[in-house]
């Protein structure tokens, strides 16, 4: 059955991703800018909701003050992390002496990462609201309502992660799923806003199976394909940060040189990625024509990739340019949600009952 229509859930799902990929671009401004310890507590900032803006207004001893309060939280964590299986990663924590260094206090960096909180709170209150809307959908569509608790339930596990990743001093791999499970509410939130009011179905929608099956590979493959190569970037980035702290800030053309095997994978699968997008838009255009909506959005999506490889580049050969980095997160991330909704898209009969005729349908079974 489909879900009763309503304007404000695929609005408000709409408003509330636009904001998460806002998120995205301030926490690529954060990571370039070195800001990720600008605060060194959580939920607050120097145990403030209104961080300070000078060093005189912070005890003399607040390096010690934060450094102990996130080994008492860390012994916590390793604590659960051990009673869970996990006691390699544990051990990891217990014994990285960097993880209890406080940094200098740092106006630009504390206000920069303070913002980035700000706005995960707004998402936290938006994803809340989009659920609330959902209930709307409980007796036409349970699996939409189902799907955006999910979304409430992963954006407080993922602030809870932000916390760690804090008390960790940005310890390698946290960023790393932080950045997946940004992904996972991307595509919850794009499934919410598809489902609450897909686009009407027409005979030109409907596909026989078997060409409906490869294209549906070939946009898996994709999806696949970028995820991929987002925590492979992730993974490139933390490199980046341990690789500065050992050459220093004023030598960053030779950070590049020094990433070894990770970036080379990263940058080598760049070249896959372009060409089985290109292989896409071509193939949905020698279908559909260049007017269809699947080939239009997939010509947009080969532009997408087209600046993303041009902001890859610009980083390898321009020293990884601060402005390049947030740019080139956000491009990929808005790629991938891009192939989630044409998956969506190719597959509009599963979301909605098809009004076509029986023609098309016979045609639709070979």
């Known amino acids: 059955m489909n879900p009763t229509p309503s304007r404000l859930l695929p609005k408000l799902s709409i408003a509330t991703l636009v904001a998460v990929y806002l998120l995205i671009l301030v926490g690529g401004i954060v990571r370039s800018t070195g800001s990720g310890m600008g605060c060194p507590d959580w939920p607050k900032c120097f145990n403030s909701w209104v961080p300070p803006t000078e060093v005189s207004q912070l005890p ?23 009673s869970l299986g996990f006691s390699d990663l544990a051990n990891r924590i217990k014994n990285d002496k960097s993880i209890l260094v406080e940094e200098d206090f740092n106006a630009s960096k504390t206000w920069i990462e303070y913002v980035n909180r700000l706005i995960g709170a707004v998402i936290g209150l938006l994803i809340f609201a989009t659920f609330l809307a959902s209930l709307k959908y409980w007796q036409s569509d349970r699996s939409l309502v189902w799907v955006s608790f999910a979304a409430v339930i992963l954006v407080g596990f ?4 932000g916390s760690i990743v804090v008390s960790t001093n940005l310890l390698s791999g946290m960023i790393t799923f932080h950045m997946l499970l940004a992904l996972v509410i991307v595509s919850l939130l794009i499934y919410v806003a598809f489902r609450a009011q897909p686009p009407a179905l027409s005979n030109e929608d409907i596909l026989p199976k078997k060409e409906l099956t490869s294209l549906n590979t070939l946009l898996v493959v994709l999806l696949l394909l970028t995820l991929g190569q987002i925590l492979l970037g992730t993974q490139v980035r933390e490199s980046v940060d341990i690789i500065a702290k050992e050459l220093g ?19 080598s699968l760049s070249f896959i990625v372009i060409a089985a997008h290109l292989w896409l838009a071509a193939t949905l255009f020698q279908r559909f024509g260049l007017r269809g909506n699947l080939t239009k959005w997939s010509l ?14 610009i980083m390898a ?8 980095q947030p740019v080139h997160l956000l491009l990929a991330t808005v790629a991938f949600g891009i192939q989630l909704f044409l998956l969506m898209k190719l597959n509009l009969g599963q979301f909605v009952q098809p009004n076509v005729t029986k023609e098309t349908q016979e045609y639709a079974s070979y």
């Open 317 to 324: 050969y321009f020293g990884i340019p601060r402005v390049a």
């Open 300 to 313: 947009v999506l080969v532009v997408i990739i087209g600046m993303e490889v041009i902001s890859g580049g």
């Open 249 to 267: 800030g004023d030598r960053r053309q030779k950070w590049i040189e020094s990433l070894g095997s990770i970036f080379t994978l990263h940058r």
């Open 158 to 161: 993922q602030g809870w992660i």
């Open 60 to 82: 003399q001893n607040y390096k010690e003050v934060y450094a102990q309060q996130r080994a008492e939280k860390n012994s916590r964590f390793t604590a659960y992390l051990e």
